[in-house]
């Protein structure tokens, strides 16, 4: 960590209590003038709307951001001192996602006579979401970037329920929507006088636990040595710390990255004792939400619409994990972690046999066989056999040159970048480039699949671009690719949060396609994606050679002749366009263009030439069997293809991060 000045915590606090304190006097002003604001506050005149208004919605609402703020702050505090993780919230762990599929869950499927049960089950989410990415994490001595991926994984999959759940009941949807975008407007203090006396008891029992929290911060030896109980102390914390976190999210929807932001900044302003640091995020997050939920204040009511406050909040929040990177040089991981998740668990020749295998049965499967409900039957009836074979071999293949594109795609990436965790899902290509389509169809009204596959390649492009600037400087550290894809991605993530909340009727069409579907998909787009791969990946194996001393590393690689520089760039533009071609066909995809070249990897295909063909091989199979699947689980209803694909990609890292490293 940089040292600070120890007053340098104090003035962030006092800038940010400025700016408060200018806020509540834009609010309160037109009652200042008039003398009224005394009574607009404790006893609103019944015949004056503005009173009215004042009491009921914008007092509600500053107290919200402040609780909401304050509390997320605290719990982001009490992880990362737990942890010893600067980049541990309840937001990268898992726990907002999980109380978010929780609720979700239970406001659609629950009888009203459970609403008091509501609560039970946000904490219940939360807590088996922690209690996931913990175990995951804990075999790897709880390394930053073990941790980090573990939260990774059970955020998209939590998130891909939620998806789900919402596609499934469409007469919900906007409000839920909504609701889990982050909505801090108030038409009463119910809300506030729910979560006010939690979060009271959280930060109390947090701060009765600052002195053990020290000792935790020494790490577990010395804790154990000086009488500390530290796996009991541990869960105990945590525990505290969901428990706000359910709360404010129980109570105002999901509020993005105020949990790491703000504990991160004020380590790095110099705070190091655990009960100043909890002191100092109360009041500094309860002021930056409330400072930041102004702002958004201004913006709603443009074309009628509300701009979530949520989404918003990650547009300030998620650049300060950018920023701790540059800033603090957090070194997350080191070599022996990058072998540990490069172990074998599979041999090449043995995986080939399996994906030759798959790929002919399952070729036989998804064009001729399907599931009724009750049974596998053949086509179907025999005078509509060539249209069903017509659909199925549109969607087939559309998932397989998918899965073939992110594979080739990601293998690229991990490959140039030196990174076996990285990926277009990762590193916000995909994300770049289902925004930048989003944005085009949503806002502008672009619906030519030409001109959208134009503008999502450009977006993806502008991303990779954007990320290879920000790591320039860590040639030598490729974790940071990692972590700062992840930062664009939750950038971009609640951009096209706020977009979907503004596009009205489209917004389940583009949810659905957002989750990854092959529905929309046609065989002449099919057929050109495919020309695209197929070009594509000729060009990166004629390159193989220079591929494989980019692998090297940069000095090994200019010693030999190679222009880095160069090189780099090119492979880089062309895994972007696999990737924005891939996110036009099907959506974007999580977990094939991470775990495709990964597996082939640790199978023993380490060669570039023979690690293209064995990632787009596993791709191809990954994509096809998900396809099939998404079609026939829930007959007659049908599950978006990229829900099956994230459910394979997370089990096959939950079985890849259970086995104890060697």
């Not at 930041?292 to 547009?315: E, K, M, S, Y």
């Not at 396609?513 to 092959?518: E, F, I, Q, V």
């Amino acid at each position: 960590m940089i040292s600070k000045s120890p007053r340098t915590p104090t003035i962030l606090v006092c800038i940010l209590g400025i700016l408060t304190l200018a806020v509540l006097i834009r609010d309160f002003w037109p009652f200042l003038q008039n003398g009224t604001l005394v009574q607009a506050a404790f006893t609103p005149d019944e015949t004056d709307f503005t009173q009215i208004l004042f009491h009921y919605s914008t007092l509600p609402r500053l107290s919200m951001a402040f609780l909401c703020g304050a509390g997320l702050a605290l719990a982001g505090a009490a992880i990362q001192t737990v942890l010893r993780n600067p980049l541990a919230s309840p937001t990268t762990l898992g726990v907002g996602a999980g109380v978010e599929f929780a609720l979700t869950a239970f406001l659609l499927m629950a009888p009203a006579s459970m609403a008091l049960f509501q609560e039970a089950f946000a904490l219940a989410g939360g807590l088996v979401a922690i209690g996931a990415v913990y175990l995951i994490a804990a075999k790897r001595g709880n390394a930053t970037l073990w941790l980090i991926l573990a939260g990774m994984i059970v955020n998209l999959l939590l998130q891909a329920g939620s998806q789900i759940l919402l596609l499934f009941n469409e007469q919900y949807l906007q409000s839920v929507f909504m609701w889990g975008a982050g909505d801090l407007a108030q038409n009463g203090w119910e809300s506030a006088q729910f979560v006010l006396p939690r979060v009271l008891i959280g930060m109390a029992a947090i701060l009765l636990l600052s002195r053990p929290l020290d000792l935790l911060a020494l790490g577990d030896e010395t804790a154990s040595s000086l009488g500390a109980r530290v796996t009991a102390l541990r869960l105990l914390i945590l525990g505290f710390a969901v428990f706000i976190t359910a709360s404010v999210i129980s109570a105002a929807g999901m509020i993005g990255f105020v949990g790491l932001a703000v504990p991160a900044a004020l380590r790095i302003a110099g705070l190091t004792r655990s009960r100043d640091l909890m002191i100092c995020s109360v009041f500094t997050g309860g002021f930056a939400l409330l400072v930041i939920d102004f702002i958004v204040r201004q913006f709603n009511g443009l074309g009628g619409d509300t701009l979530p406050t949520g989404a918003a909040t990650a547009l300030f929040g998620a650049p300060f994990i950018i920023l701790i990177l540059r800033k603090a040089r957090i070194m997350p991981g080191s070599q022996s972690e990058e072998h540990h998740s490069d172990q074998q668990i599979i041999s090449k020749t043995r995986l080939s046999i399996i994906l030759c295998a798959t790929l002919t049965i399952g070729l036989v499967f998804s064009l001729f066989v399907s599931f009724d409900g009750n049974d596998l039957v053949l086509l179907g009836p025999s005078d509509a056999r060539l249209d069903i074979l017509l659909g199925r071999a549109e969607r087939t293949f559309a998932a397989m040159i998918c899965g073939a594109a992110l594979a080739v795609s990601g293998t690229l990436i991990q490959r140039v970048g030196r990174n076996p965790l990285a990926s277009p899902e990762i590193t916000g290509v995909s994300s770049a480039t289902a925004l930048a389509m989003i944005v085009a169809l949503a806002i502008f009204g672009f619906g030519q699949r030409a001109e959208l596959m134009m503008i999502g390649a450009a977006g993806g492009i502008a991303s990779l671009f954007l990320l290879l600037f920000l790591c320039r400087k860590f040639t030598h550290a490729p974790h940071y690719m990692l972590l700062n894809g992840l930062a664009l991605t939750a950038i971009l993530g609640a951009i096209v949060r706020i977009v979907l909340t503004r596009s009205g009727t489209q917004t389940t069409m583009l949810m659905s396609w957002l989750a990854g579907t092959t529905y929309f998909t046609n065989m002449d787009e099919v057929m050109i994606v495919a020309g695209v791969t197929g070009v594509l990946l000729t060009v990166a194996i004629a390159l193989r050679r220079p591929l494989e001393l980019a692998s090297l590393g940069t000095d090994q690689s200019v010693s030999l002749g190679l222009g880095i520089s160069a090189f780099q760039f090119f492979m880089m533009l062309l895994a972007a366009v696999l990737a924005a071609s891939a996110t036009l066909l099907v959506g974007p995809l999580s977990f094939v263009g991470l775990m495709a070249p990964h597996l082939a990897r640790v199978a023993g295909y380490r060669l570039a030439g023979e690690h293209l063909l064995g990632a787009l091989l596993i791709g191809v199979n990954v994509m096809m069997v998900a396809e099939w699947l998404a079609r026939n689980l829930l007959y007659p209803q049908q599950l978006p293809t990229g829900l099956i694909a994230a459910v394979i990609g997370t089990s096959y890292f939950l079985i890849l991060s259970i086995r104890r490293p060697r």
